[in-house]
């Protein structure tokens, strides 16, 4: 049994008015646009994307070997520390990322922000929305960033952690913020 709208094969426009019923659904082959006609009397339009069988990455921080679990870390030494991102399920060589960690309040100097060179290592997934089993090539970055934080009285430091496809135009394909409280200073 097949399901077919009414549909454009010839052409990459849009339907007239006169085209289209009330609540039809009509595809423009060529596009992957789909349309339909409002009560009154508009064409509206879905945008196609393509469907992505990529693994999309997932980002993991770590400080002082512990994984932070809910992105906050409520004992940091602001005097210096280490904290780690690992970003897992990028693609392989040739595509190439860069990373970068911001605050997003004013607590640190930007030179109290270091990220250290990333540590790849490569490794194998099952095959994305398949349910066969086949695998696919992956990699896991390490990204180690020292840190020093400047107001360290009961403030709290807000950053954000990017991942950014150099191969694919600068395109950022993850966020994550974490918020940092300092440790009380032992008088």
């Not at 454009?8 to 082959?29: F, I, K, R, T, W």
Request: proline letters at 5%; charged letters at 20%; hydrophobic letters at 35%.
């Amino acid at each position: 049994m097949k399901l077919l709208f009414k549909r454009d094969e010839q052409s990459d426009g849009h339907p007239s008015v006169d085209q289209v019923a009330v609540g039809e659904l009509v595809m423009n082959s060529m596009t992957g646009k789909l349309y339909t006609k409002l009560v009154d009397g508009s064409i509206v339009e879905f945008v196609s994307q393509p469907v992505c069988f990529d693994p999309a990455p997932i980002v993991s921080t770590y400080y002082e070997n512990i994984l932070i679990s809910n992105d906050a870390i409520e004992n940091y030494c602001c005097l210096g520390a280490i904290l780690e991102f690992e970003v897992s399920k990028l693609k392989p060589e040739p595509y190439k990322y860069n990373f970068e960690f911001v605050e997003l309040t004013t607590n640190t100097n930007l030179e109290d922000i270091i990220i250290q060179t990333p540590k790849y290592s490569d490794y194998t997934i099952p095959k994305p929305n398949t349910t066969s089993n086949e695998t696919i090539n992956v990699r896991k970055a390490v990204i180690p960033i020292n840190l020093a934080i400047l107001n360290n009285q009961q403030n709290i430091s807000i950053f954000k952690f990017s991942v950014i496809s150099e191969t694919q135009n600068n395109k950022k394909l993850i966020e994550k913020i974490i918020t940092i409280k300092c440790q009380s200073e032992v008088t």
